[in-house]
């Protein structure tokens, strides 16, 4: 029988700070906080009195103030007449706008190519493969400029969508009009609109709100029927079919919602020389979403290939033997498996879009960058303030995007025992 060493219980002295592995640890962690606390207080002293000696005070009162310029494309109500930090928000939503239309297209176009980059069709899987190293290796600036000489240049002028012999005709079951100036869409519209609630200064529709609780109750909807599902199947066996539950939990109320306050779609229609019944895009804003789309989902599809070629042949393989097709084992088998190894690089792909979205500034978009960085920080000179806010929200904004997305990466992970 081993004997093992008795306990240390020496009394405790300075010097086991130093030369004691189980304090130097804490040692080391309490010198390097206090020396980047210091190194920070010093950072914030010397900036206020450099803002001191030229005449200047650190204050967020600014914000308030008249902004007295426009904003050629809002999400929200906004006025030359509205304040500094209306301004801001309308560059914030702006930003929140392109960036998740951004995310969820360059979700779709790198999961398509990096699916069809493995096809056995040689044309198709080289095809995918140029596209994908064209876009990884431009940088993305470059790529915007080209787009946006594509429509500045090549997309015809309102006037050639005139005539029975128009020299242009719109695309998309004759729905949308790109120009050189504005990329004609349809608009929603409501005959019934149910008015309005006031939250301060800010309007939401209550139609928007009824949708809003629509689908969260369907989501309640849907959790309960899958715990239902679960306990049935733990009892019996056997797994109840409730998908088509689960479609009229989403579907039967947007439906109803959409009956109620008349919601339909408009479509442009030229009427003199320009379109008008829609809603006419600003071409900055579609050429930055297109460019984000297409260089972010080339980076996508590598990492989506990259996710399928990590799971086992056998895989594939088995779901063959049970007579599953192509397209079933990828959606069914393959993909779900992918997605733990495709995730977390996926995250990152979803902040570098976001903050890529700050080069709208190369195509006129008044995202964040151009509004709170950019004409107000010229007007007002608070450089400082505006700094420290567009990085704050960047910031914050990034943190979001990574705990929402760790989330979800913690709950489809193996569960290991």
Not at 27 to 37: E, G, K, L, N, P
Not at 70 to 97: C, W
Not at 119 to 142: A, D, K, Q
Request: aromatic share 8%; proline share 5%.
């Amino acid at each position: 029988m081993t004997d093992l060493p008795p306990a240390d219980h020496r009394p405790f002295r300075l010097s086991m700070l130093v030369y004691d592995r189980r304090y130097r640890s804490l040692t080391i962690q309490a010198v390097v906080f206090i020396a980047v606390m210091l190194v920070a207080a010093w950072l914030i002293d010397n900036t206020v009195r450099n803002l001191a000696a030229m005449g200047k005070t650190f204050s967020f009162s600014y914000l308030w103030n008249r902004a007295g310029y426009d904003i050629p494309f809002s999400v929200i109500p906004y006025t030359s007449d509205s304040t500094h930090l209306r301004a801001a928000g309308v560059g914030l939503l702006n930003t929140l706008l392109v960036s998740a239309l951004g995310c969820v297209l360059a979700t779709i176009v790198g999961v398509l190519v990096g699916i069809l980059r493995l096809s056995n069709n040689w044309l198709i899987g080289r095809l995918m493969t140029v596209y994908v190293e064209i876009f990884r290796n431009i940088p993305l600036l470059l790529w915007i400029l080209v787009i946006l000489a594509v429509f500045t240049e090549v997309m015809p002028t309102p006037r050639d969508y005139r005539g029975d012999n128009p020299a242009a005709t719109m695309i998309l079951f004759d729905a949308v009009a790109p120009t050189n100036r504005y990329t004609a869409v349809p608009r929603l519209a409501m005959e019934r609109d149910p008015g309005v609630v006031m939250l301060g200064d800010v309007a939401i529709s209550k139609a928007l709100l009824a949708f809003v609780a629509a689908l969260v109750l369907a989501w309640l909807g849907w959790r309960a029927l899958r715990r239902w599902a679960a306990a049935r199947q733990d009892r019996t066996g056997v797994r109840p079919t409730t998908w088509w539950i689960s479609v009229l939990l989403f579907v039967v109320p947007l439906v109803v919602l959409i009956r109620l306050f008349g919601i339909h779609l408009v479509p442009p229609e030229l009427r003199g020389f320009n379109f008008a019944g829609g809603m006419n895009l600003d071409n900055g804003f579609v050429v930055l979403l297109l460019a984000l789309t297409l260089y972010t989902g080339a980076f996508i599809a590598e990492i989506v290939r990259a996710g399928i070629l990590s799971v086992s042949r056998g895989q594939s393989e088995a779901a063959a033997a049970l007579g599953m097709r192509a397209r079933p084992t990828m959606g069914l088998v393959i993909l779900p498996q992918a997605l733990r190894v495709i995730i977390p690089p996926l995250i990152s792909q979803f902040l570098n879009l976001t903050k890529n979205s700050s080069l709208a500034i190369a195509v006129g978009f008044p995202d964040l960058r151009a509004t709170l960085g950019g004409t107000t920080l010229n007007q007002t000179g608070r450089e400082m303030e505006s700094m420290i806010l567009m990085m704050g929200v960047y910031l914050a904004i990034s943190l979001i995007i990574s705990a929402v997305m760790n989330v979800y990466n913690a709950r489809i992970r193996l569960k290991e025992r």
